[in-house]
T-cell receptor, first 114, second 113 residues
Framework: DTGVSQNPRHKITKRGQNVTFRCDPI?????LYWYRQTLGQGPEFLTY????????KSRLLSDRFSAERPKGSFSTLEIQRTEQGDSAMYLC????????????FGPGTRLTVL | DQQVKQNSPSLSVQEGRISILNCDYT??????FLWYKKYPAEGPTFLIS?????DKNEDGRFTVFLNKSAKHLSLHIVPSQPGDSAVYFC????????????FGGGTRLMVKP
């Protein structure tokens, strides 16, 4: 069990550029979640997948954000036309989808938009 | 609206003493609660959880208490150790409704040797 991994760990980009992050969940975990954390705040839910199906999206997820989990394993989160307000830590978590359920987090990708 | 609140942004405790971290929630639909610990530049690490059918859950030095009528939970760490110094987040979810977590703002715990 290697835990949840995220790449890259850090990303610096210029405003208006597109960025893509990757998350590899714990194997056999069928649920995958994306959260965003800004300085001094707790993580905020963005979206989640049950296998390859995206089942819920937060209103925080503007139309510039898109997430995929094509084969029910790894997931990508893309932000188009980045804005300075997108600067945050993007966290991925996975879980077995049990009742109740415990989510295990990756190390996060820190995005800085200049 | 903040559905989960941690009103103490920081807490300082002497090594060996008890640390008590508090969390309040407003959404009565929440029925599963978790505590996570976070070190700088790392993701949150799961510590302990409790479902609403219980009022206490213990795991080693960590105990979580749930008071449903007051919509309040607390995490007790006994004895506190310097390695416990981190930011602690409480989180809440509704079982069976996607289990999306709603987090509090965190409490920074500093355990002094």
């Amino acid at each position: 069990d290697t835990g949840v991994s995220q790449n890259p760990r850090h990303k610096i980009t210029k405003r208006g550029q597109n960025v893509t992050f990757r998350c590899d969940p714990i194997s056999e975990h069928n649920r995958l979640y994306w959260y965003r954390q800004t300085l001094g705040q707790g993580p905020e839910f963005l979206t989640y997948f049950q296998n390859e199906a995206q089942l819920e999206k937060s209103r925080l997820l503007s139309d510039r954000f898109s997430a995929e989990r094509p084969k029910g394993s790894f997931s990508t989160l893309e932000i188009q036309r980045t804005e300075q307000g997108d600067s945050a830590m993007y966290l991925c978590a996975s879980s077995l989808g049990q009742i109740p359920d415990t989510q295990y987090f990756g190390p996060g990708t820190r995005l800085t938009v200049l | 609206d903040q559905q989960v609140k941690q009103n103490s942004p920081s807490l300082s405790v002497q090594e060996g003493r008890i640390s008590i971290l508090n969390c309040d929630y407003t959404n009565s639909m929440f029925d599963y609660f978790l505590w996570y610990k976070k070190y700088p530049a790392e993701g949150p690490t799961f510590l302990i959880s409790i479902s609403s059918i219980k009022d206490k859950n213990e795991d080693g030095r960590f105990t979580v208490f749930l008071n449903k009528s007051a919509k309040h939970l607390s995490l007790h760490i006994v004895p506190s150790q310097p390695g416990d110094s981190a930011v602690y987040f409480c989180a809440a979810s509704v079982i069976g409704a996607g289990n999306m977590l709603t987090f509090g703002g965190g409490t920074r715990l500093m355990v002094k040797p």
